[in-house]
Nanobody, 125 residues
Framework: QVQLVESGGGLVQAGGSLRLSCAAS????????MGWFRQAPGKEREFVAG????????NYADSVRGRFTISRDNAKNTVYLYMNSLKPEDTAVYYC??????????????????WGQGTQVTVSS
């Protein structure tokens, strides 16, 4: 059974940094497409960043490109989201997602079969 557990959220001032972690169990993240999504109050959940399986490339939402970086540590079976230059509009619950299929866009929520419980990120101005 696959489980994804996010951690690393919190309260940070604008301009600050956070690192989110997504620890997976049950299957290797090296073979998975992994994504980070977020949902702000009153808004739809949206794609933030994704990384393709087996050394594949990465994708980012325009709103975070250049500030956020997604990476994978296969030995720890963990995916990270490094967030720099945070803005108040980055405030949201951040979710990790995984897919071991090879169908669909890496930015599409429908591609992902497994989701974490979410971690809150709050950026104060």
């Amino acid at each position: 059974q696959v489980q994804l557990v996010e951690s690393g959220g919190g309260l940070v001032q604008a301009g600050g940094s956070l690192r989110l972690s997504c620890a997976a169990s049950g299957r290797p993240v090296s073979m998975a497409a992994m994504g980070w999504f977020r949902q702000a109050p009153g808004k739809e959940r949206e794609f933030v960043a994704g990384i393709r399986p087996s050394g594949g490339g990465t994708n980012y939402a325009d709103s975070v490109r250049g500030r956020f970086t997604i990476s994978r540590d296969n030995a720890k079976n963990t995916v990270y989201l490094y967030m720099n230059s945070l803005k108040p509009e980055d405030t949201a619950v951040y979710y990790c997602a995984a897919s071991w299929s090879y169908l669909g866009s890496i930015s599409a929520q429908s591609r992902y079969d497994y989701w974490g419980q979410g971690t809150q990120v709050t950026v104060s101005s």
